[in-house]
């Protein structure tokens, strides 16, 4: 059975934050995930490991980069994350990030999608 679903979401955006914004990946995986870290972006290998690696190269190539969170929603063992992403000298972004959490809650799988804001929309509605 999942975890409480309001922490599950407080857990899912602290990990986010530690990991993207302040850019320390490694404490995040120490502090947020479980045995196991399985990766569906393919940006980026499986593990723990390889997701240190990615962001602590990601925070050399775009300091300042920093993300705000639009929407939380948990399900069963799910989270949803809807952020903005700024990436300095690069595109920015709207992002869908999905975690699934295991029993003692903690993060052990990660999915993601995203769009590259463009500035441009047949809407006045936005991305967020």
Known sequence: MASNLGQ???NAQA???LMFNQC???????IY???EYIQHNPHVADGKEAFVDYFE???????G????FKRAIAEDN???LHCHQTWPGSDDYAGIDIFR??????IVEHWDVLQVISGTSQNRNGLF
Do not use: S
């Open 57 to 63: 190269r990601m925070a050399r190539d775009y300091p």
């Open 8 to 10: 599950n979401k407080i």
């Open 65 to 68: 980069k920093k993300t705000v």
């Open 78 to 80: 799910l989270v949803v």
């Open 33 to 35: 995930a479980g045995a």
């Open 15 to 17: 990990f986010y934050d």
């Open 24 to 30: 320390e990946p490694r404490k995040a995986i120490e």
């Open 101 to 106: 959490f295991d029993d003692d809650g903690k």
